[in-house]
């Protein structure tokens, strides 16, 4: 019996991945046109037999049955016009190695197996309870009737050009096998919009499709003749890409990958600038709804984000500006932190009986609940702090159902998929509002996640909100060798020890009661 190994190892440029072969797809293949050459030397002389009255051959397109006329069963004792104790081989020239297989016959009982196998014919030093098991074989999921079943190999049957043989009580029909799906990274992305953002770009996209495997995250790269590169990994569009120059112009592309490797990149987007003033205003006089739109690099406060507002003004006249300022507008989250705001948002022009409903996605971590609105205003407002009685300055909003649909309320929040999305009503007149996650629970990798080979490594993990201390762990995944994650300190730190990207899903869970825990994915790459 006699096989070969194959390794597929992909290297791939930018987020290196070593892989091997994907998921499988069942074909059913029965008796081919044209039978191989004979005889079929898989199988060894027994009894009448010289040589295998059968030959099933496995490849990437499924499983051939090939039947050798002119030799015939092995026990002449017994007739059957379909054939008796049928001498049968196996050759695995498929790419993986085989496990099972199952075998039918429409007409004949092939597992009916009556103690004259082929090991009743010769002598046999493996296992053989049935006399019809040969080398590394054996039965199992025999149907009632005995017209199907499944041989198993002992050891898997190795790929490209494994073989061993094996009897039954006739010849078979069908042989159902798997064969593997060539392994393929996913199709590239197409690119949308690049927003600009204060020292960074939003970059949108729609996935090109998946792969052989899961879609494990996507890059986006921007380049400037005239401004430093810069790139970012993410789950999903958008992606934010910090770290890029005001005033220099630059063009965006996005790559997916998988355990195979990198898509090809998408085509460039077209010109983006990115702006100190960190903000993007969008007029209301031509239509009934206003729109703005932000990307927003990462800070001690807040990751990387994208935050989109729609807005429909019952007096369709005026300004929405979004910002991209940090602050905590002095709203205290439930359990005392000081969580920053993902993002503000200002109204402009518009009478305060005017009623302006946002609806607000933030692109925030998974596992991080809805926040609540913090809301600052000169004109007096009903909020969670005063809820009989209208004040101005600042608090949080309460929900609209609570206070009749007096402005400004929340009408809705919830959480779909890993963004937050929060409807309210306000005011015109110039009230200012802005999303804080109350309970924190937002943890993100804090400095540059690209490591070199055998070269001091050190990163933090950082949560905002919450209550302290947060324990960390990893959930799934590993760190590059060499690198460790420290349970009380939130660091990731040591020598890398291989080049090649890794990817940890790290936890990290505070102290309140009950417990919160979020979980984010951390790539690393290591060059």
Not at 60 to 83: C, K, M, Q, R, W
Not at 233 to 259: E, F, M, Q, R
Not at 395 to 417: D, M, W
Request: aromatic share 6%; net charge negative; proline share 9%.
């Amino acid at each position: 019996m006699g096989s070969t190994r194959r390794n597929v190892v992909a290297f791939v440029v930018g987020c290196v991945v070593i892989a091997a072969s994907g998921g499988f797809a069942a074909i059913n293949a029965t008796t081919a046109s044209a039978d191989p050459p004979t005889p079929f030397t898989q199988c060894p002389a027994v009894g009448a037999a010289t040589s295998c009255n059968i030959l099933i051959v496995l490849d990437d397109s499924g499983a051939h049955i090939y039947t050798d006329h002119a030799v015939s069963p092995f026990d002449l004792g017994e007739t059957n016009p379909n054939g008796e104790d049928t001498l049968i081989g196996v050759e695995n020239d498929s790419s993986t190695p085989v496990a099972s297989l199952p075998l039918a016959s429409s007409t004949v009982d092939i597992f009916g197996f009556d103690a004259d196998g082929l090991c009743a014919f010769v002598t046999c030093s493996w296992p053989n309870p049935t006399t019809y098991e040969g080398p590394n074989t054996s039965f199992s999921a025999i149907s009632g009737d005995k017209k199907s079943g499944t041989v198993n190999f002992t050891t898997p049957l190795a790929a490209n050009g494994g073989t061993t043989y094996f009897s039954l009580e006739g010849a078979l029909e069908t042989a159902s096998f798997q064969p593997p799906v060539p392994p393929h990274v996913p199709g590239a992305p197409t690119i949308g919009t690049v927003l600009p953002g204060n020292g960074a770009l939003a970059v949108s996209f729609t996935d090109g499709g998946q792969g052989s495997s899961p879609t494990l995250g996507y890059q986006a790269t921007c380049t400037s003749p005239n401004g430093s590169a810069g790139s970012s990994v993410d789950s999903g569009s958008p992606i934010v890409v910090p770290g890029l120059t005001n005033g220099a112009t630059y063009t965006c592309s996005v790559l997916a990958w998988n355990k195979v490797g990198n898509s090809p990149p998408s085509g460039n987007s077209a010109p983006a600038t990115p702006t100190p003033t960190a903000k993007r205003m969008d007029d209301c006089t031509d239509t009934t709804t206003c729109q703005a739109t932000i990307p927003q690099s990462s800070s001690k406060l807040a990751p990387g984000q994208s935050a989109g507002v729609v807005g429909t003004p019952s007096d369709p006249t005026g300004t929405v500006v979004l910002t991209g300022t940090l602050g905590t507008l002095d709203c205290d989250s439930i359990n005392g932190s000081k969580p920053g705001p993902i993002t503000e948002l200002f109204d402009e022009g518009f009478s305060p009986s005017t009623r302006l409903t946002i609806t607000m996605t933030l692109k925030i971590a998974s596992s991080t609940t809805p926040g609540q609105i913090c809301y600052e205003s000169e004109i007096p407002f009903f909020s969670q702090g005063s809820p009989t009685v209208k004040q101005a300055g600042t608090g949080y909003l309460l929900l609209c159902s609570q206070i009749n649909n007096i402005a400004p309320c929340v009408i809705s929040t919830k959480q779909v998929g890993s963004n937050i999305v929060v409807k309210f009503v306000v005011p015109g007149g110039d009230p200012r509002f802005c999303v804080l996650l109350p309970k924190g629970r937002l943890t993100w990798l804090a400095g540059a996640a690209t490591a070199k080979l055998n070269v001091a490594f050190n990163a933090q993990l950082q949560s905002t909100g919450g209550r302290a201390p947060v324990h960390w762990k990893i959930s799934s995944g590993k760190l590059p060798a060499g690198l460790l994650l420290g349970g009380s300190t939130g660091s990731i730190s040591g020598k890398p020890k291989v080049r090649g990207l890794q990817t940890a899903v790290v936890a990290g869970t505070d102290s309140a009661s009950p417990p919160q825990t979020a979980k984010l994915s951390v790539p690393i790459k290591v060059t």
